[in-house]
């Protein structure tokens, strides 16, 4: 099955989003897939708040004269901004955007509230609903027109210096985070043609779908003095001068719970990494008559102690244990507990990994220590897994047929002279996007010459179809 | 000072919200509002799972014809909703509503979820933005134009008995929602004349601000089969027929916390019950020369030893004792050790009560048992309190006079023949709102005349000035 198809079919039939609003671009997160982002989510806030980030709430609408302050910026932007023009029957005054991201928004609020620089760094984040007018084809937590869950953070510093070092701090943040997920990934320096609007650089994250395509699923703009220039956010120095803030921000988007499900999934349906499952382990009891009773009040039990160890769910419903055990695999449970009479004898239960797909038996007395075992075993698989098929596709070539052989299977690392021109050569000869250069920098490129120009390589340069 | 000024003023000192956004009626959640606002919002998030249901997360855009299919709900809401027109530079096909609120978001994909008898009940809720055009004076959480914290249930069930039950449910849930954070309410029906546009009845639970005015705090709305007819929520009875499902919607929103802060407040800032508060705990060092670091590393020490039973914030910044002890005051912090060079020796600490103002010298060695119990001792403290000062502006009126006399300063019962226009002229005479009458019904009127006909009561009927 091809993966747009396999992807809309278990978003689908394992609950996640419905596709069915009316709206191009706009879906319902149902209660299966609301736990999992949940659960994405909190990871990622914890990760935030442990490193000295405070959570803020800034409005969703933004006054066009407020975005349009950073000229930059909005001519990044101004294709893809919806409008609000009417409250009621009544036109504003002002047009308000619905915020595409949220700069504009918060840099004049940081201009209040930064006076000196005892009050840096400033680090916010927030976690909200962005728009984009998209206009190229839409897709469920790939690309969509409300991004239903936008992490975005923000910060001001004194010096250059310290924020570079937040540059870096975030990016340990996120390769930490997207590790824990089992998201494999490369972090590239975006080129100046594909930067943030505004930004002095941009360091982003891709991860490939099952279709060799990169998806792009974190980035980091180093701001420098620009933003701050713009809306005056000032301080003054040890030494009692007025300065610009240095600025930094990044973000994180749905993409990440795109591509955990995208990235673990097989042709079963989702398999979860247990952190972030709803249900960790799934009991299902083989009722027989006769045992029936028996049967169940021994899977409650079971239940009752593997709560203590894992989020478990006990299906009891009236219908066949195969139809739970395909509800159950489509959901992605990474273990199923299957309880039946031989085993009730026996004192024992069969324990199926979603991972692998495997049984094995154990007895009922050391399932509470062999369930968190296996559970660290299912996160770790799915990581080392993941991060194999990732490098199988990670590519290295010299010439243009050679990258142009590669670029539809994965992403391709070859040499660049270091000139714009040669890079949009490159993208036009070989049909695919540049995602950058390696942050961080690496010492030497590994190809030695730029395969447009025959010039030596300054750095690598990594090329791939994108999402 | 005057409520208002004093509401304006504590949000601000405390850091609770920075209304210098500039866009009428939007305001900006700061780090310390947003704790607040987080811990309100997951008490209620836990009640709400406890009691089955699930959590989804809807568009925040409404298609303008799918708004307006419900005709009595879009008369309700047309001069209040914000209108989305373009898309970048372009003009969009159809105009997208902000959700007001999201039956019409909602109930089209009910209509697809709910097939039989069996899928029944379906309870759902979403914790969104939603936006009013509000003309009226704007205040933070108390009318604002984006609603920033929105918490909508809607159920559907296959008898009308059912959706009685799960009115009662909520407000089973919402009693003890507000009991939790000491906000005093009463349930009313609503009259005829205020109820939600669509709904057959609404239950609505009002509060009462310092300055005597009613607060709408949350609604329950029976919304009988209205809307399923109107957006074909149908399903197959157990006999195979096809019926049309009874519904239910309820809502709270910011104005939870806005009552938190308003009603348990004093002249000196916040005044936050344990249960909700960022930190439970400020740890104050009264440093001295010579002792300085012996009692920094005791402070430390109890930091450690606090942390196991509350949240703690140990205050080691370079300021004077007396400036933190106000900053936390302003910040209603409900606990303040102070350790100073006299109770190192002695091996005490103060314990300062922020509900009561008062202090008191504990052993450090009995702190880890004190604090606990402190805490809980706040909480009923400031519950008890508050219900006691509402209760003392809950007054009983038999005639017009004395309706006017009490409805600036609370909430009025009296007597209530039952006709509409009845109510709507005792609105006129007072100049106050009828807030409607008991939920759960009440078997005799206290007051046995209506005072605008004087025939006999039917009902009691609340009036209050109203936010």
Known sequence: ?????????????????????????????????????????????????????????????????????????????????????????????????????????????????????????????????????????????IRMREITTFKEAH?????????????????????????????????????????????????????????????????????????????????????????????????????????????????????????????????VPILKKGVRKKILRKAREVREELSEVARVKLDDRDVSPGRKFHYWELKGVPLRVELGARELEEGTAVVFRRDELERETYSLSELPDVVPRLLEEVQENLRRRAWERFEERLHRAESLEEVREFVGEGIVETGWCGSEECGRRLEEEVEGDVLGTPYPEEREPEVERCPVCGEPAERTIRVAKTY
Chains 1, 2 share one sequence.
């Not at 504003?92 to 620089?117: C, G, N, Q, V």
């Not at 360091?203 to 713009?230: C, E, K, W, Y």
């Open 1 to 141: 099955m091809e993966f747009s198809e396999w992807y809309a079919e278990v978003l689908r039939s394992a609950e996640v989003m419905d596709v069915r609003y009316p709206v191009k671009g706009l879906y319902v997160w149902l209660p299966y897939g609301f736990e999992i982002r949940r659960r994405v989510i909190e990871r990622l806030r914890r990760r935030l708040r442990e490193t000295g980030h405070r959570e803020v709430l800034f409005p969703t609408l933004i006054p066009e004269t407020q975005l349009e302050r950073e000229s930059e910026h909005i001519a990044g932007f101004e294709d893809e901004v919806f409008w609000v023009t009417h409250g009621g029957l009544k036109e504003l005054d002002e047009k308000l955007a619905l915020r595409p991201t949220s700069e504009t928004a918060i840099y004049p609020m940081f201009a209040l509230w930064i006076r000196s620089h005892a009050d840096l760094p400033l680090k916010v984040f927030q976690i909200v609903n962005t728009f984009r007018y998209e206009t190229k084809h839409t897709r469920p937590l």
């Open 155 to 283: 910060t001001a510093h004194a010096t250059r210096e310290e924020a570079e070092e937040q540059v870096r701090e975030a990016f340990e943040l996120y390769s930490s985070f997207f590790e824990e997920l089992g998201v494999p990934y490369v972090a590239s320096v975006r080129p100046e043609w594909d930067k943030f609007p505004g930004a002095e650089y941009t360091v982003a994250f891709d991860t490939l779908m099952p279709d060799g395509r990169a998806l792009q699923i974190g980035t980091i703009h180093m701001l420098g003095q620009n933003f701050s220039r713009t809306f005056e956010v000032t301080f003054e120095t040890e030494e009692g001068e007025q300065e610009y803030a240095y600025m930094t921000c990044y973000g994180v988007s749905d993409r990440v719970v795109a591509s955990v499900i995208a990235i673990h999934g097989d042709e079963h349906g989702l398999v979860l990494p247990p952190d972030v499952a709803p249900y960790q382990v799934v009991i």
